[in-house]
């Protein structure tokens, strides 16, 4: 086997420049060498393009086209990807430096397609020493495939730049990221990738950082939910002749409406409650108990 495979790192950008460097630096500065930084340019109007050849010249790969949606910019990447792993880093996240050689060491010991997955930490925007606690989404060796389907958003949650995948499992396999979902593409392509019951590997040490902004996608909580429920449906078509599956996710689309429900008059009082309690250690800790216990009374409930 090669000793240090090529890995691929895919960057999707709209009018992102600011931090899009951030990630485009923080990729440059990994350790592990043998890589190429595939920016995509999804229809930016600020100028990313001349700004991004101006500064990084050919130290990456800068694609542009029509704007489309992060699930398009990421498959544009993979059709550009030569690498025999994949890194998807969205434009406001970031990579320990140390991140990729740590993944791909233990990935090459493995014969099969696999993936390796690490913990992370949600930090600010503008300063990633301002944290919102360590997240260990740790998922089950026996069926992880049961995890992603029945704990995400509950009990487990996993940014893409925790990932580092093989290149087979889209080159090969077919595997892409829904385009017609406004949210929730990574999900949905997450539970594809987990079907082939391929073999996991957790890092147990934070290696990626997801920067919490008040205008992303994730802030729309009615998009996320119909998003959501939009997903699982693609997903029940996928495994329709699998009456196990079919059932679970039917049971997830239940429980939706506690999981987003912050809709009334008041939900805007709620979300700031929310925000305060996420910037102390002790309300970290205080939500993230609260969602382990509401994924498992609500999985307990009669259907």
């Not at 019951?197 to 996320?224: E, H, I, T």
Request: aromatic fraction near 10%.
């Amino acid at each position: 086997m090669q000793e240090s495979p090529l890995i691929s790192i895919i960057i999707p950008t709209y009018n992102n420049f600011p931090v899009v460097c951030d990630a485009i630096d923080c990729s440059l500065n990994q350790t592990y060498e043998n890589r190429e930084i595939i920016v995509i340019d999804d229809g930016s109007t600020d100028h990313t393009g001349q700004l991004l050849e101006r500064k990084y010249k050919d130290r990456i790969i800068y694609v542009h086209q029509d704007n489309k949606g992060p699930g398009s910019a990421r498959n544009t990447g993979i059709r550009y990807a030569s690498g025999k792993y994949l890194q998807f880093l969205d434009a406001d996240d970031l990579l320990d430096p140390d991140k990729i050689r740590i993944q791909i060491r233990q990935l090459q010991d493995i014969p099969e397609t696999a993936l390796s997955y690490c913990d992370y930490v949600r930090c600010d925007i503008n300063d990633i020493t301002v944290t919102y606690g360590r997240k260990s989404p740790v998922l089950q060796n026996e069926n992880p495939f049961l995890d992603i389907m029945m704990k995400w958003e509950t009990e487990v949650s996993i940014p893409p730049n925790c990932f580092i995948f093989d290149a087979a499992f889209f080159k090969e396999y077919g595997i892409s990221f829904d385009e017609s979902l406004p949210a929730n593409e990574d999900w949905e392509c997450w539970m594809n990738v987990f079907a082939l019951n391929p073999k996991v590997v957790f890092v147990d040490r934070v290696l990626a950082y997801y920067r919490v902004r008040s205008n992303s996608r994730c802030s729309n909580k009615l998009n996320m939910r119909n998003s959501y429920i939009m997903a699982i449906d693609k997903q029940i078509q996928k495994h329709r002749l699998n009456k196990e599956a079919v059932h679970n996710l039917n049971i997830r689309k239940k429980q939706l409406k506690y999981l987003y429900r912050d809709f009334s008059p008041f939900g805007h009082l709620r979300l700031l409650f929310r925000g305060l309690l996420l910037q102390s250690k002790w309300g970290t800790k205080l939500l993230d108990t609260r969602r382990k216990l509401l994924g498992r009374s609500v999985q307990n409930r009669k259907v």
